[in-house]
């Protein structure tokens, strides 16, 4: 592993060249009648020194670092006994990672061949030897970048436009490399999901009213063939998060109506940090607690009135859930509602309104695109939200209308299926990839009907 003194190098050799521009910028304004004759600041030469200096080298450890594992694997290979290195490319893997066990400390279980511990001894020199490289090529890179910039520095020196123009590229290509980051992920998961259709037809997949996904893993052995319709899993999912929307909705968007309009600013200071809490507890505490508490009493409650009820229900998970919810809501609805303009209450009472009508017919209109954006969020929290269902709802695929029966959502199913010594690929384990691009895609069509509604009433209210 590459040591962290060339990171640190970098940081340290950064900010010291940043005050050897700023004073370099300070000494020749003397000869021009001072700060004032400079085209930038003191400080833009020390950031462009600063940055001249760093991003080279910080690139180049970067590049360093992705490319040494590769790198010292294939002379490790290379150098292996011929009855090791021509082993096939699965046993192979086995043995270089027997060889990074080892190189990392890690204990195992049987003595190592020999010359496997040999090519450990080998691996660690190759990893020392490139520690020791790469902190003297980012040293001089540095020192060399650093001194061309600390010379180039002159009351000419547009030196203000140079930091902001790259500081600009910086933010185009984090944003570049986040939209490459959204774009491989749907596309792994994309490709996967079509390696998956080829086995099971799209429309046994997206309109088949069964899912049992047990597969026997070899041709020899006895096991089921599988069903693999998603209708019982997406339905489970959607009972559950309504459940939870007609929890949190109402309760969340009521408190924060509240909080904001009516409640004391004292009232408003120790509530709504409390209210928040709810959203700080682990989703594994919810699950105890719908498991241990919430699951038993609507049981209990059922059979009093003469209803059977599962020990694990659709209304369990869904309650807990949106309670857990809540502080979504409520807290982003409170900040919309708390940021529309005081000019239009006053204006709204000064017409002869009442609080309730102002609230009704100017704030919540006004505040609706935040509000439908903080419901949106909830609504993604709990079609996302696993434990609790594996603790309160169960892992059942049962297509049913009833929120007294045992279900289960896309997200428990993804985890079940890629949990196990399945091969990955199966159409066990490639299920999991169909299931989260069918998630995505529904995700994708919720947000373009939000910003359809938003957009929409925007109009009609401006």
């Not at 500081?167 to 984090?174: A, M, N, P, T």
């Not at 080829?198 to 047990?214: A, E």
């Amino acid at each position: 592993m590459i040591s962290s003194y060339s990171f640190i190098i970098i940081l340290i050799s950064g900010l010291g060249f940043y005050f050897l521009g700023r004073a370099k910028a300070l000494t020749v304004s003397r000869s021009c009648g001072g700060v004032k004759g400079l085209h930038s600041l003191p400080c833009h030469y020390g950031m462009l020194t600063t940055l001249w200096c760093a991003l080279p080298a910080l690139l180049i450890f970067v590049v360093w670092h992705a490319a040494q594992p590769h790198v010292i694997t294939s002379l490790v290979v290379a150098d292996l006994p011929a009855e090791i290195g021509n082993l096939p490319q699965n046993e192979l893997s086995l043995v270089i990672n027997d060889i990074r066990n080892i190189v990392s400390g890690n204990i195992t279980t049987t003595s190592p061949n020999p010359a496997i511990q040999q090519a450990a001894q080998h691996y660690r020199s190759l990893e020392e030897i490139s520690a020791r490289s790469l902190t003297a090529v980012v040293l001089t890179l540095i020192l060399f970048a650093g001194m061309m910039a600390h010379q180039k520095i002159s009351p000419s020196l547009k030196a203000r436009n140079k930091v902001e123009k790259l500081v600009e590229i910086v933010l185009l290509l984090c944003s570049a490399f986040a939209i490459l980051i959204t774009i491989g992920i749907v596309l792994s998961v994309l490709f996967e999901a079509l390696r998956f259709f080829k086995v099971i037809p799209f429309t046994d997949f997206l309109f088949g009213l069964s899912w049992s996904p047990q597969t026997s893993i070899r041709a020899d052995q006895v096991g089921s063939s599988g069903a693999f319709g998603a209708v019982p899993v997406f339905a489970g999912t959607a009972m559950i998060a309504l459940i939870a929307m007609l929890v949190a909705v109402p309760i969340g968007l009521m408190s924060a109506i509240y909080l904001s309009e009516y409640a004391g600013n004292r009232f408003r200071t120790v509530a709504k940090p409390l209210l928040e809490i709810l959203a700080g507890i682990p989703t594994v505490v919810y699950g105890f607690f719908a498991a241990l508490t919430v699951a038993p009493f609507i049981r209990d409650a059922g059979e009093m009135i003469g209803l059977s009820v599962s020990s694990e229900s659709a209304l369990a998970a869904g309650l807990v859930m949106g309670i857990m919810i809540i502080p979504f809501v409520s807290s982003l609805s409170d900040d919309v509602i708390h940021a529309v303009p005081q000019s239009m209450r006053d204006g709204a009472l000064a017409l002869g309104a009442t609080k309730y009508e102002t609230v009704r017919h100017v704030i919540i209109p006004a505040a609706l695109p935040g509000i439908v954006g903080g419901v949106l969020l909830a609504v993604s929290r709990a079609i996302g939200e696993t434990m609790i269902v594996v603790m309160a709802a169960g892992l059942s695929a049962n297509l049913t209308a009833n929120p007294l029966k045992a279900v289960t959502t896309v997200t428990v199913q993804i985890v079940t299926l890629l949990v196990g010594d399945q091969e990955f690929d199966s159409p066990k384990t490639l299920a999991a990839f169909a299931l989260g691009l069918l998630l995505f895609a529904f995700t994708l069509v919720l947000n373009i009907i939000a910003l359809y509604v938003v957009r929409k009433y925007r109009e009609q209210y401006e």
